[in-house]
């Protein structure tokens, strides 16, 4: 599905954005910013790729996606001060990588004979997974793990897809109703101040 | 073996505890705190899989494996309080986590051609990278490195392991012999207060 | 190539010292500051062969390894007032290992038809990675993104290597001059305080 390919190319972008920006906020250098920008885009769908072992990982044989973090990483360098103010914008888009990415992490799994569950948890990996990483070189506990209904809102979506998938719906239908699902049950949980509760 | 398959699921579960109350010591969210405990019980036995190229990954074709994680990151939020009281029963079972997750660890690696000392080290890895990933997700020197006798005491039993191999044991026989072995090195260790020498 | 091969152990063995020494100056005991010499040496290599699929991993299968390594932590443990003051000599091994690194991992990458791009960043994977789980493991923010031009010197390197391999240049001559770059960037820029802007 083209659609998807492309959200895809546009989340790896939004990722290697975010990626900089923290590595930014933590003086490192600009060698250091990209490549925690690079892995923020392609973590995710690496450790999936491997949990899975489909070989080749996506982004070592397509060079779009290389450059989607060069443009994400030159953004953030060149527009740092115009990014920041965009951080609602930013918000949005990184709503909408977490989504295609979610989507397309079950849809890889479904490539391998899994268990529904199983693809679930991969594409809360593909979506998270990134992030987690990010905020370790950064040597911080992880954002997910600390606030916002975040890796719930892609198992939330992740379990829409199969219940809509057992009544036969179109499956393009499908990956675009469990990503605006996603994207949903975020976007009201950022409005609505939820989060978590505290287990201590 | 279906004692040894059991054994595992226990590890899994008291695994999975211990990587849920690190958590909630840091203050995590419960969602949080739920993929720490799963990834604390399972991390070892991933990267092992993953080193030694053995796929599918078991956690990833068998159910038993969540429902044993679901339960000990339920009984921990539940029973909080009680737990805590019940460290030591905890120590024991963790400790029997760690004797079969090695052995079980060396079990997989025999299924590829490796020399015993790289068994032995994967035995290792499977009992012992769970807890490494879960300090360094709670932003902490991962325990292991900074006290008693633990991975050591899994070296010590994956050594006896093939010591009585050599001589043709029983295989039943010894891995019982080596999952004892490797809780009396550590019970031993813990009551007398041993631990490694640090260098500096 | 055999002279590729045994600078490939001398890399080994200086990273497991390097790797020691970080883990002593945290106050790691004696266990931990092994396991980290080497997860330091073999790290690079590891993540490397897991994202190209290469099976077995080198260091599975070939006893030399461990020894360079148990070689280079012992030496660390029994010489460590003496490797303190050969700063200068440790440096060049370092040195000399990254190069030795980066033009193995070309060489291993070249193995799999991947574009030239991603065989560079393999060859920086393969001799940075080990230094980054090292820094990790000791809960500080890696030593590459924050000074130095270290991986840079890899990327630089490996630039070097395809526009050479373009001309049709020996091959083994090739991996010696692409080397010699990669010490003599690293060396000129540590002479001279080089070091990458910081974009905040």
Same mark, same amino acid.
């Given at each position: 599905?083209d659609?998807?390919y ?6 790896t972008?939004?990722?290697?954005? %975010?990626? #900089?920006? %923290? ?7 600009? /060698?250091?910013? %990209? ?14 790729? @491997? ?24 953004? #953030?360098? =060149?527009?740092? !001060? ?5 951080? !609602?914008? =930013? /918000?949005?888009?990184?709503?909408? *990588?977490?989504?295609? $990415? #979610? ?12 268990l529904?569950? $199983? ?6 990996? %593909?979506?998270?997974?990134? *992030?987690?990483? !990010? ?25 829409? /897809?199969?219940?809509?998938?057992? $009544?036969?719906?179109?499956?393009? @239908? ?18 609505? !101040? ?7």
């Amino acid at each position: 599905m083209d659609l998807l390919y492309y959200l895809d190319l546009i989340g790896t972008f939004v990722f290697a954005i %975010s990626g #900089t920006i %923290s590595a930014a906020e933590k003086k490192l250098d600009l /060698f250091g910013a %990209s490549v925690i920008g690079f892995i923020t885009a392609v973590g995710g769908g690496t450790v999936r790729d @491997l949990l899975l072992d489909l070989h080749p990982i996506t982004w070592l044989i397509d060079m779009y996606y290389i450059w989607a973090i060069v443009l994400g990483v030159l953004s #953030t360098f =060149l527009f740092r !001060r115009y990014i920041v103010k965009l951080r !609602r914008t =930013l /918000f949005i888009f990184d709503t909408i *990588g977490i989504g295609v $990415f #979610t989507v397309l992490g079950i849809q890889k799994a479904l490539l391998v004979d899994i268990l529904p569950v $199983f693809a679930i948890i991969m594409g809360m990996v %593909s979506a998270t997974v990134g *992030g987690v990483i !990010r905020d370790i070189l950064c040597n911080e506990i992880p954002l997910i793990f600390r606030k916002e209904i975040y890796a719930t809102a892609c198992l939330a979506g992740g379990a829409i /897809f199969f219940i809509l998938n057992s $009544f036969n719906l179109d499956l393009n @239908l499908n990956y675009i109703i469990s990503i605006l699902v996603i994207i949903g049950i975020r976007t009201v949980s950022i409005k609505m !101040r939820l989060s978590m509760p505290n287990i201590k």
